[in-house]
């Protein structure tokens, strides 16, 4: 009964799926909002959020000014998002549509900035979304994976216990991250520090 319940925070479906794409606007609210500040979007970003749930990160990188994209592999979380974004959608700043992080529906490189909050974990074939999404940046162009569960570097689990016991995610550590994105073609790899210790935010960049 929970294993199912919390399925839908891999894969949001149905009327459930909507209340956790709705709850989680909410949980995740803390870490990214701050986040969204650290990285600094400007209305010259052009910005795809992939995994974008019930869409709060995309409502908040519009209010910056940014064009902003979303995918998610989820129907149900697609329509929370779009309801989420309903005013900046008809004002076409906003776009939003049903994509797998592995198949991205772009061509060329048209992003400055490609955001993952709290989703990697989920990812098929992970190393083979980072080559994608390589792909879509621009040269120069940022992409910030942001998680609230990883792995420390000496292989400690920082992620609640009931998480980790029925969702099968894949936690990864810092160091693994940027083995990943290096491999992916990433130029460098920051981590960005904020002032709530729970998160782990990795940045990268691909190069002018
Ligand atoms: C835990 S929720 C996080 C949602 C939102 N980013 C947030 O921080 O509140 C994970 C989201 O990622 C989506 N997702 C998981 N794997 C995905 C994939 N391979 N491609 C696109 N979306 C994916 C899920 O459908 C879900 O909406």
Redesign the pocket.
């Known amino acids: 009964m929970l294993k199912k319940l919390l399925a839908n925070?891999?894969?949001?479906t149905g009327f459930i799926g909507r209340l956790f794409?709705g709850m989680?606007?909410w949980a995740?609210g803390p870490v990214?909002r701050e986040v969204v500040e650290l990285l600094a979007v400007t209305p010259e970003d052009v910005v795809l959020d992939?995994?974008?749930?019930?869409g709060?990160?995309i409502a908040l990188m519009a209010g910056k000014g940014a064009k902003v994209y979303g995918?998610?592999?989820?129907e149900t979380?697609v329509a929370k998002s779009l309801a989420t974004n309903r005013e900046a959608v008809r004002d076409g700043r906003v776009e939003i549509q049903v994509a797998?992080?592995?198949r991205l529906p772009f061509s060329g490189e048209m992003f400055t900035l490609v955001t993952a909050?709290?989703?990697t974990y989920?990812?098929?074939n992970i190393q083979e979304c980072f080559m994608r999404i390589h792909g879509v940046l621009r040269p120069g162009g940022r992409f910030a994976i942001t998680l609230e569960g990883w792995k420390g570097e000496n292989g400690e689990i920082n992620c609640p216990k009931v998480f980790v016991d029925n969702l099968a995610m894949n936690l990864y550590s810092e160091g693994e991250l940027r083995e990943l994105l290096s491999a992916a073609g990433f130029d460098s790899v920051s981590p960005l520090k904020g002032t709530w210790r729970k998160w782990l935010c990795v940045m990268a960049f691909k190069r002018r």
């Open positions: 925070c891999r894969k949001p794409a989680m606007n995740h990214t992939i995994g974008c749930g019930g709060a990160a995918v998610d592999y989820s979380s797998d992080a592995l909050f709290e989703t989920f990812w098929e």
